[in-house]
């Protein structure tokens, strides 16, 4: 099921949120036990998967791809990426493509903390 509130969009499977998109067709996941970013549509969909999410980690949306901050392609243009702070709380982003920032809470399941 997908709401639409407020120029976001929500993507809740049984009753509990667990991704909010950036922009189409870009998603972080909130609650996963991983930090994760999703984007591309059926066949061509990506993800992403990073450290645990009590973990803090930056990582820059990029060209199709997700870079560590120290690994920027030569090539690279702020103007064109979103940035995504995960937080054990939040995650945080700024979408320089569309000039615009914002977090979101993190949704965690039960027995987050039990690995």
């Given at each position: 099921?997908?709401?639409?509130?407020?120029?976001v969009?929500?993507?809740?499977?049984?009753?509990?949120?667990?991704?909010c998109?950036?922009?189409?067709?870009?998603?972080?996941?909130?609650?996963?036990?991983?930090?994760?970013?999703?984007?591309?549509?059926?066949?061509?969909?990506?993800?992403?998967?990073?450290?645990?999410?009590?973990?803090?980690?930056?990582?820059?949306?990029?060209?199709?791809?997700?870079?560590?901050?120290?690994?920027l392609?030569?090539?690279?243009d702020?103007?064109?990426?979103?940035?995504?702070?995960?937080?054990?709380?939040?995650?945080?982003?700024y979408?320089?493509?569309?000039r615009?920032?914002?977090?979101?809470?993190?949704?965690?399941?039960e027995?987050?903390?039990?690995?």
């Amino acid at each position: 099921m997908r709401v639409l509130c407020w120029f976001v969009l929500v993507i809740v499977l049984s009753g509990s949120v667990v991704a909010c998109r950036i922009y189409a067709p870009l998603y972080v996941t909130t609650s996963t036990r991983r930090n994760g970013i999703e984007w591309g549509f059926g066949e061509n969909s990506k993800k992403w998967i990073g450290r645990k999410a009590s973990k803090p980690e930056v990582v820059v949306f990029f060209d199709d791809r997700v870079w560590p901050p120290q690994a920027l392609p030569h090539n690279f243009d702020k103007s064109r990426s979103v940035v995504f702070f995960f937080e054990e709380k939040n995650i945080r982003f700024y979408d320089y493509v569309h000039r615009e920032g914002g977090y979101y809470e993190r949704h965690p399941p039960e027995d987050w903390y039990d690995n």
